[in-house]
């Protein structure tokens, strides 16, 4: 990472005409995040805090630009956090979930990101849209839709070419929780093995706990693993763990469904025997809520992970929760 002038700060604030005020502001401290004299790591979703908590330690001050309980989709970054992420020792960056943050990494040198989509494989955005979205239909609806939707955009919801929730996959979590062990090292050499081992640490629990969700998700029968949710946001647990989501919305979860897209979602709960409709705390349930009261099944929660909803839940209980919801859904 290239050094930076601790000028840059002012200078950018001034630039800004934020005044004395912004600048007395700046220089009272803005991490708003944990830890304490560590270097400074920028995140924008829970999974990403999870990691560079368990592997930084007591040598990092996390910053998470995602308010719990919200929709981290539509993250808006103020003055003070653009500053924080151009001053930060380093920003994990998953492009295309956040169009405020990669607009913001754009706009600077960008040296002191980590761009997760270099670690770890991402898949394509048609896997938890086009494709697992529009079951239900004929291949003449699902053509029809795909190039309906070919052009739209959400403003603050366009993810690009591929899906970002990633975190889904344990073992995907592990390999970045490597990476981040690397670039920490990187950054702090006397501490490199330190966040060596802590990274090996994680790997271990995050492999248990896939072996541990592939025995539960085995013992439900292929032809019962379809789940509808409100979006199409567990393309990756459903392609780890051999399962069928069904999103009422793409991965964008502002997206309205068509009553063309109701009627293919009837037909999935009816021909596959669903019996529950899942929404997220973060996203709106009520077009959830209201097609499981229409067709008379139930309707429950789902966690997405964009932003942890307890401190009591850390990452891999949510996981598990989230497998017992599903599993006594199939039973």
């Excluded at 990691?51 to 930084?56: E, M, S, Y």
């Excluded at 929730?165 to 995907?172: A, I, K, T």
């Excluded at 693993?225 to 979006?231: A, G, N, Q, Y």
């Excluded at 949510?318 to 919801?325: D, E």
């Amino acid at each position: 990472m290239s050094p930076r002038s601790p000028l840059s700060r002012r200078t950018l604030l001034t630039t800004l005409g934020l005044g004395a005020g912004a600048a007395l502001l700046a220089a009272c401290g803005e991490s708003g995040g944990s830890g304490g004299g560590g270097m400074t790591v920028v995140t924008s979703a829970y999974p990403l805090s999870f990691l560079v908590t368990r592997i930084g330690g007591e040598h990092v001050e996390l910053t998470d630009l995602a308010t719990p309980g919200a929709d981290a989709h539509g993250l808006e970054l103020s003055v003070k956090q653009t500053l924080l992420i151009e001053e930060a020792d380093l920003v994990l960056q998953i492009p295309g979930f956040q169009t405020a943050l990669d607009d913001a990494i754009a706009s600077q040198e960008g040296e002191n990101v980590l761009d997760v989509s270099s670690v770890i494989t991402l898949l394509p955005a048609e896997a938890g849209s086009a494709e697992e979205g529009h079951a239900g239909e004929s291949e003449e609806e699902h053509a029809e839709h795909a190039e309906e939707g070919a052009g739209d955009s959400h403003e603050g919801h366009d993810h690009g070419p591929n899906d970002p929730h990633f975190w889904h996959d344990p073992v995907r979590m592990a390999d970045l929780g490597d990476a981040i062990a690397e670039r920490l090292g990187e950054l702090s050499p006397d501490h490199a093995e330190e966040f060596t081992a802590a990274a090996g640490t994680v790997r271990e629990e995050l492999e248990e706990l896939d072996a541990e969700l592939t025995a539960a998700y085995e013992e439900v029968a292929d032809e019962r693993r379809t789940f509808i949710t409100s979006h199409a946001a567990y393309t990756y647990l459903a392609d780890r763990y051999d399962l069928h989501q069904v999103g009422i919305s793409g991965i964008d979860p502002d997206t309205e469904p068509s009553p063309q897209r109701l009627l293919a979602l009837e037909t999935v709960v009816r021909e596959e025997e669903v019996t529950t409709i899942f929404f997220e705390a973060t996203a709106s349930p009520k077009v959830a809520q209201t097609l499981a009261e229409n067709l008379g099944i139930d309707s429950a929660e789902l966690d997405n992970l964009e932003t942890q909803q307890s401190p009591d839940a850390d990452y891999p209980a949510v996981m598990r929760s989230n497998c017992t919801a599903l599993t006594e859904s199939w039973a």
